[in-house]
């Protein structure tokens, strides 16, 4: 069996598990809830505000060595943000460890302008362990990584 950080023990839907079908299925339908409103935010503290304050957040191959640094990022993409005119997930893959811990797999397609009319086109791949943390799923660790070229017309 696998550990959490917590020391508790884990289980993986894939393999002999202490939950049921239908609340493996419910985590997962929790979880694709919370990845999609974190998608939608329409905001940065909406946004941020489905992150564990101690998150471990990379994007496309650079480590926030702080979650304040990533906030600050954050803040000043959604400040420059006019309008997003898509923002999906597709090929969802979802994998539940215990009844506080899950693995989201995405690819994910944006499409946004900022307030100075430019477009930003992004498709990538996106993962995130998620927590159970007083009632709601919290991102604990997040990856993204887009396609390399010109992203921006």
Known sequence: MLKTITGKKMTDDNAKSNLTTSEINSIKNAIRKAATDHLNAPDADSALSH????????????????????????????????????????NIQIRVFSPE???????????????????LNLNGIWSAVYCLEEGNWK?????????????ID
């Open 139 to 151: 991102i604990l660790f997040r990856h993204e990584s887009f396609e390399p070229g010109k992203q």
């Open 51 to 90: 992150y564990k304050p101690d998150a471990t957040i990379i994007s496309s191959g650079m480590l926030y060595k702080t979650f304040q640094l990533f906030e600050k990022d954050t803040r000043e993409f959604y400040n420059s943000l006019k309008e997003v005119k898509l923002a999906v997930w597709e």
């Open 101 to 119: 811990l899950a693995l989201f797999n995405a690819s994910v397609r944006w499409t946004s302008v900022d307030k100075a009319g430019s477009v």
